[in-house]
């Protein structure tokens, strides 16, 4: 980050920023050139720069994602390792350059046996595996478009998201392994298969160790289907335009089918080379870990870490094996230099008491990244205390939407506790008030007020773009809004309070739910909370929900020190006028509690897109609860 500082000319973090938003076409291309992006630039960097839905990045553009993400220095005493993996403790590989590439080109080859077109959709139904970025690279190293779902989703799940974007090959796994259970998920495939009429070639995965014989005239095993293509050894690389779509992803709301979120190729490489190499400091021969299942926008996050030469450390499974100790063996074996997971997990292992500085070597993690909910001020104290006094806690925050950041890390930058370092670099953001003025030290929505390359290049099936527009431009007319409720500090940097669409409104005050979270979650009896509004004699009263430690049940004295909490480090209003304890809270798949749904329930409403959460019977907890009825 200092070197590209100098290079662009600029002494501090707030001129480069001013610099990359006001002179976009140089900053864009001035990331194409740190990232070496092979492909053809062509003269323009950026149309119709005055508007975020008319601006075309890199029209002229010619480039392959995969060719990008698969160069590699493949020399002698060169960093070996493109992949290495860990299913729990039952399975572990890795994958030189080399043989990525190969399979790579192997499995490419084979997708052209089946007909795949530019364009097409290959749909992975896949734990994190190396068969999924394989698949992955095979894909859009003919133009394909790849979209991925954990096999956590039941049928349903998986159809309600493959069944819209019309996949021609399917990739599925037999089963997964999960907190030391084998889970099989052959019993769903025929049903899945059936619901997909534009499948063409399903190909089995064997993810559980085991040696797999099903076949029938359209499944094929992975080695059934690559044993034709043994001699393919380098991929071809078909370059397209950087708008190529890439990637389909989901959006896990639970008020309706999943929206389609198309990324190009272009956008999501160059953003991810800004965000990998500047803000996050990955370098060539790190080793980058991110706990994620391919459901979420994390892995295709991770996956680019190749294009700059790291390696990628994937990990399938429970994080909270062998006593929470599971992911920090695996860091401390692999030297992970850059570990990045969610802000519960950080949370849930300050609760279990768990200290990896004590028993494990991580000397040489520089970098530990944490996103899905705000990082709570003593998850800052937490990590440096109990995991690495030196690592750079880098919280971060943006999502599926724009698959990266809008507020991040950066390693030039001090971090202060509680707060996002800082707006990404090309990232317009600001903090606006109902009235659409740009606010600092208070709260309001984030917005971003200028065009980025990696702004979904539409939805899908959404030939006129309404849905797209609905979605993001319709609270201020041409600004994204993100729907996060935020605050800009006095350093510059950011506090998420939480969704927009989740805020309580007693009495009329907008009340962030991680403000509650914040203060909640502090006492050690409270594992997990949740906080929604409840509609109740023409205003809205804020009903707060705790799940507390095994055996602990929630009683007038612990009643009472949550309110005294609350009141003594907020203000009177945040107090919850209800609270009560639940065995569970429903999570989706990618572990953020689901407030909207919750509301729906108290209020009697239905819950659509349940399938979304990984576990939907907890909703059942917060229906017609009688405490709630006076
Ligand atoms: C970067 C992110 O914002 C990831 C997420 O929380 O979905």
Avoid at 100 to 122: E, I, K, S
Avoid at 549 to 558: H, P
Wanted: hydrophobic letters at 40%.
């Amino acid at each position: 980050m200092a070197a590209f500082m100098q290079g662009m000319g600029c002494t501090d973090y707030a001129a480069l920023h001013a610099v990359s938003i006001r002179e976009q076409e140089r900053f864009w291309r001035a990331v194409w050139d740190l990232g070496g992006v092979i492909g053809e630039p062509g003269e323009l960097a950026l149309q119709g720069a005055d508007t975020m839905l008319g601006a075309r990045w890199f029209p002229e553009a010619r480039l392959n994602f995969a060719e990008n993400l698969l160069r590699g220095n493949d020399s002698p005493g060169a960093n070996p390792d493109a992949l290495v993996f860990r299913s729990e403790d039952k399975i572990a590989r890795r994958l030189s350059r080399v043989e990525l590439r190969q399979q790579v080109a192997r499995m490419a080859a084979a997708f052209r046996t089946c007909g795949l077109q530019p364009g097409d959709r290959v749909a992975a139904y896949l734990p994190n595996v190396p068969e999924t970025i394989i698949a992955m690279l095979a894909a859009a190293s003919l133009g394909a478009v790849f979209s991925s779902a954990s096999p956590d989703f039941g049928v349903q799940g998986v159809l309600d998201r493959f069944g819209q974007i019309e996949p021609v090959v399917l990739l599925a796994c037999d089963g997964y392994w999960y907190n030391g259970k084998r889970i099989d998920v052959q019993p769903r495939l025929a049903d899945i298969l059936a619901g997909l009429p534009s499948v063409r070639c399903m190909v089995l995965v064997p993810c559980l160790g085991d040696a797999l014989t099903v076949s029938t005239e359209s499944t094929l095993t992975l080695d059934e289907f690559l044993a034709p293509h043994h001699r393919a050894q380098e991929p071809d690389f078909l370059r397209l335009p950087f708008d190529h779509p890439l990637y389909i992803m989901y959006s896990s709301g639970t008020t309706g089918v999943p929206k389609c979120i198309v990324h190009g190729a272009g956008g999501t490489l160059l953003q991810h080379l800004k965000e990998h190499r500047l803000h996050s400091d990955l370098h060539e021969g790190d080793r980058l870990f991110y706990y994620t299942t391919c459901g979420w926008m994390m892995w295709n996050w991770l996956a680019t870490g190749l294009a700059s030469g790291a390696t990628l450390m994937l990990y399938d499974g429970s994080p909270f094996l062998h006593h929470g100790r599971v992911l920090w063996e695996y860091a401390e074996a692999e030297r992970f230099t850059h570990f990045g997971t969610s802000a519960k997990y950080i949370d849930a292992l300050a609760k279990i008491h768990l200290k990896p500085r004590e028993h494990f070597g991580l000397s040489a993690m520089r970098v530990l990244m944490s996103t899905g909910s705000p990082l709570l001020p003593e998850s800052f104290d937490f990590i440096h205390r109990d995991i690495s006094p030196t690592v750079q806690i880098a919280s971060i925050s943006g999502g599926t939407d724009i698959v990266s950041c809008f507020v991040l890390g950066n390693p030039a930058l001090p971090v202060w506790r509680g707060e996002i370092q800082c707006a990404g670099l090309g990232m317009a953001v600001e903090v606006w008030d109902e009235e659409g003025q740009a606010i600092s030290g208070q709260k309001g929505e984030l917005v971003c007020t200028r065009p980025f390359p990696s702004m979904p290049v539409g939805f899908w099936n959404d030939a006129d773009g309404s849905r797209y527009r609905a979605a993001y431009f319709e609270r201020f007319p041409g600004v994204w809004c993100h729907g996060d409720y935020c605050e800009r500090t006095l350093h510059d940097g950011f506090v998420i309070h939480g969704r927009s669409d989740a805020t309580l409104n007693p009495g009329g005050v907008r009340i962030g739910t991680a403000e509650i979270y914040r203060q909640v979650e502090k006492l050690d009896e409270v594992q997990e909370s949740i906080v929604v509004g409840q509609d109740w004699q023409g205003d809205v009263r804020v009903v707060l929900f705790v799940r507390l430690r095994e055996g602990l049940s929630l009683d007038a004295t612990l009643e009472a020190r949550i309110r005294q909490t609350i009141r003594d480090n907020t203000t009177p209003r945040h107090v919850p006028a209800k609270i009560l304890q639940v065995a569970d809270i429903p999570r989706t798949r990618s572990g953020k509690i689901v407030e909207l749904a919750v509301r729906r329930v108290l209020h009697g409403e239905p819950v659509k897109n349940v399938e979304a959460l990984a576990n939907p019977e907890a909703l059942a907890l917060f229906r017609e609860r009688v405490e709630l009825r006076d």
